[in-house]
């Protein structure tokens, strides 16, 4: 057997200086391979491993707080001839663009007081089991509605096409740092997400909805521990089962769309990265509407939309007002890029304006834009209105006016993100 350890250099996650990841020494014991490297206070670090070299995504093995003591590692060791490993600094870390008040009084709303690895997470979805699934055609779900004055009315039943919607993140107590599927708050909030996004596309697609053990929203926050990432990666890891499944027994060979929004999107981001670009799958894709998140717009092996009738592309856009700021969506968030999380410091997302469906499109009036689909509480869709808005996509984000009429309210002053009365409109994005 040949096993080949790197350490890779890279900024440290919160002092933002260089680190040279220094190895100490590594031997084989058993069937287990045991390193040691120094850390340093206020890094963290990560091990991966791949089967190659040269090709393959690194796949994550086990996060490392730093704390300026030397570490020791100990990781299984296949069967196979070959095994690659390294060491990595982290630069997940976020919420650092939040005030120190408003950090403290999101955590200590949301943030489970326990790290991830001190509780046992919720059970796994069974997706064999419908009630593993918040939409699934024919079965009747939120996500079959449509406002009264469409012009494209639900027709699942005659649809070519078939869509694997995520839903965004709808869960922040502190219990977990992952959402049971079967908490009853969480049921309600996921049906109120169909209603009002995933019906978008049931004139087009069957959609298909799975429920998974989202992170809790405390984990885009988390500067104390690993847990936030270790919370996203085990909620990536319910959505690729689920997209397996979906796959495998529900979608036969057809065309199919990927859909998410907000957290959704991150896990569609990485599910199209290694699941779907490159792969059989992509000549099915009729398009990635991964919205309210940065996406890169030079991905390898798949580019952004440009027009009506672009398919196999991704669609994307984050919507503020004037004078919103977006420095905690550009900057703070995490994302997976090439293979490993990171923030999105840097990254230059795309942006398709809604209204002509143009990549960094120009401004749209709001008299071109045919309804805008407002907040109401009951258990029907409201009727869409039109003019709400114009769209502009031409600069870093989607720059939307802010609505005139009823029905877009925000969160109130106190809610320092994702808050349409600071100018964040990412809960309107759909």
Same mark, same amino acid.
């Given at each position: 057997?040949a096993?080949?350890?790197?350490a890779?250099?890279?900024?440290?996650?919160?002092?933002g200086e260089?680190e040279t990841i220094?190895?100490l $020494?590594?031997r084989?014991?058993?069937?287990?391979l045991?390193f040691?490297?120094?850390?340093?206070?206020?890094?963290d670090?990560l091990?991966e491993q791949?089967?190659?070299l040269a090709?393959g995504?690194?796949q994550?093995?086990q996060?490392?707080?730093?704390?300026?003591?030397?570490?020791t590692v100990?990781?299984?060791?296949?069967? =196979?001839a070959?095994?690659f490993?390294?060491?990595?600094t982290?630069?997940?870390?976020t919420?650092?663009?939040?005030t120190?008040e408003d950090?403290?009084?999101?955590?200590a709303?949301?943030?489970?007081?326990?790290?991830?690895?001190?509780v046992?997470?919720?059970?796994?979805p069974?997706y064999a089991s419908a009630d593993?699934?918040?939409?699934?055609?024919?079965g009747e779900?939120?996500a079959?509605l449509?406002?009264?004055n469409?012009?494209?009315p639900e &027709?699942q039943a005659?649809a070519?096409?078939?869509?694997?919607f995520?839903?965004p993140?709808?869960?922040?107590?502190?219990e977990?740092?992952?959402?049971?599927i079967d908490?009853?708050?969480?049921?309600?909030?996921? &049906?109120g997400?169909l209603?009002?996004l995933?019906s978008?596309?049931?004139a087009?697609?069957?959609?298909y909805a799975? =429920?998974?053990r989202q992170f809790?929203?405390s984990a885009l926050?988390?500067r104390e521990s690993?847990?936030?990432l270790?919370?996203?990666?085990l909620a990536?890891r319910?959505v690729e089962?689920a997209f397996a499944?979906f796959v495998?027994h529900?979608?036969?060979?057809?065309?199919?769309?990927?859909?998410g929004?907000?957290?959704?999107?991150?896990h569609?981001s990485r599910?199209?990265?290694e699941q779907i670009?490159?792969?059989?799958?992509?000549?099915?894709?009729?398009a990635?509407?991964?919205? #309210?998140?940065?996406?890169p717009?030079?991905?390898?092996?798949?580019h952004?939309s440009r027009?009506?009738t672009?398919?196999?592309?991704i669609?994307?856009?984050?919507?503020?007002?004037?004078g919103?700021?977006?420095t905690f969506m550009?900057e703070?968030?995490?994302?997976?890029?090439a293979?490993?999380?990171?923030?999105?410091r840097?990254?230059?997302s795309?942006?398709?304006?809604?209204l002509?469906?143009?990549?960094h $499109?120009a401004?749209?009036?709001a008299?071109?834009?045919? $309804?805008s689909?407002p907040a109401?509480?009951?258990?029907e869709?409201?009727?869409l209105?039109?003019?709400?808005t114009?769209a502009?996509?031409?600069?870093?984000?989607?720059?939307?006016d802010t609505?005139s009429v009823a029905?877009f309210?925000?969160?109130?002053?106190?809610?320092?993100?994702l808050n349409a009365?600071? #100018?964040d409109f990412h809960?309107?994005?759909?």
């Amino acid at each position: 057997m040949a096993l080949l350890l790197l350490a890779v250099p890279g900024p440290a996650a919160r002092s933002g200086e260089p680190e040279t990841i220094a190895l100490l $020494g590594s031997r084989l014991a058993a069937d287990r391979l045991v390193f040691e490297f120094q850390t340093r206070p206020g890094s963290d670090y990560l091990v991966e491993q791949r089967d190659e070299l040269a090709r393959g995504a690194w796949q994550w093995c086990q996060p490392i707080a730093g704390s300026g003591a030397p570490v020791t590692v100990s990781v299984a060791t296949p069967s =196979r001839a070959s095994q690659f490993y390294r060491v990595r600094t982290l630069e997940i870390f976020t919420g650092v663009t939040l005030t120190p008040e408003d950090h403290q009084r999101l955590s200590a709303a949301h943030r489970p007081a326990h790290t991830f690895d001190a509780v046992v997470p919720p059970p796994s979805p069974d997706y064999a089991s419908a009630d593993s699934w918040a939409a699934h055609w024919p079965g009747e779900d939120a996500a079959d509605l449509s406002p009264p004055n469409t012009l494209y009315p639900e &027709a699942q039943a005659t649809a070519a096409v078939d869509v694997f919607f995520i839903h965004p993140t709808c869960y922040g107590k502190p219990e977990f740092w992952n959402g049971p599927i079967d908490d009853p708050d969480v049921q309600n909030s996921v &049906a109120g997400i169909l209603m009002y996004l995933a019906s978008v596309f049931n004139a087009a697609g069957r959609v298909y909805a799975p =429920r998974y053990r989202q992170f809790n929203v405390s984990a885009l926050l988390e500067r104390e521990s690993i847990s936030g990432l270790q919370a996203i990666e085990l909620a990536y890891r319910d959505v690729e089962q689920a997209f397996a499944h979906f796959v495998q027994h529900f979608n036969q060979g057809r065309p199919f769309i990927l859909a998410g929004h907000s957290q959704g999107s991150i896990h569609g981001s990485r599910l199209l990265q290694e699941q779907i670009v490159g792969t059989p799958l992509q000549q099915k894709l009729v398009a990635a509407y991964l919205i #309210g998140m940065t996406i890169p717009a030079d991905l390898p092996g798949i580019h952004p939309s440009r027009s009506t009738t672009d398919l196999g592309t991704i669609v994307n856009w984050t919507s503020y007002a004037p004078g919103g700021d977006p420095t905690f969506m550009r900057e703070d968030v995490v994302i997976w890029v090439a293979g490993s999380y990171r923030k999105a410091r840097g990254i230059a997302s795309i942006q398709i304006n809604p209204l002509s469906w143009e990549f960094h $499109g120009a401004k749209v009036p709001a008299a071109d834009n045919p $309804g805008s689909l407002p907040a109401d509480p009951s258990s029907e869709l409201p009727p869409l209105i039109p003019g709400v808005t114009s769209a502009d996509a031409s600069g870093a984000v989607l720059v939307v006016d802010t609505p005139s009429v009823a029905g877009f309210p925000g969160d109130g002053p106190d809610m320092p993100l994702l808050n349409a009365d600071r #100018g964040d409109f990412h809960n309107y994005d759909y």
